[in-house]
């Protein structure tokens, strides 16, 4: 099956109480995990906090990017940042960089 294809994608056919109950999950379970830092999240999994704060904008939220960085952190990214976020190393960079150029989907 090609999970590239939405017509093909199993994920669209789950309720959308069922799908927005799991995002919530996984919104909480990243609050808990602060030591998940989000340049490791991108180094892994192309995506981190961030990320999901921009796909709920851009998915129709009326929020701004702070807001929506908000919503997903629990409280200001500034502050969350400031509480949590360490300084990525070269190694963390370069990992995230190669990790971005897996993102791109093919033409």
């Not at 999240?41 to 906090?49: E, I, K, Q, S, V």
């Not at 960085?69 to 370069?94: C, F, S």
């Amino acid at each position: 099956m090609d999970t590239n294809s939405p017509a093909a994608d199993a994920i669209d056919t789950l309720p959308d109480p069922v799908a927005a109950a799991a995002f919530r999950r996984l919104v909480r379970h990243l609050r808990h995990r602060h030591d998940a830092q989000n340049i490791e999240l991108m180094g892994l999994a192309g995506f981190c906090r961030n990320c999901l704060a921009d796909w709920i904008v851009e998915a129709g939220a009326p929020l701004d990017k702070a807001a929506a960085r908000e919503v997903i952190h629990g409280l200001p990214a500034a502050e969350w940042k400031a509480r949590y976020q360490t300084e990525a190393t070269p190694e963390q960079l370069a990992q995230m960089a190669e990790s971005m150029t897996r993102n791109a989907k093919p033409d």
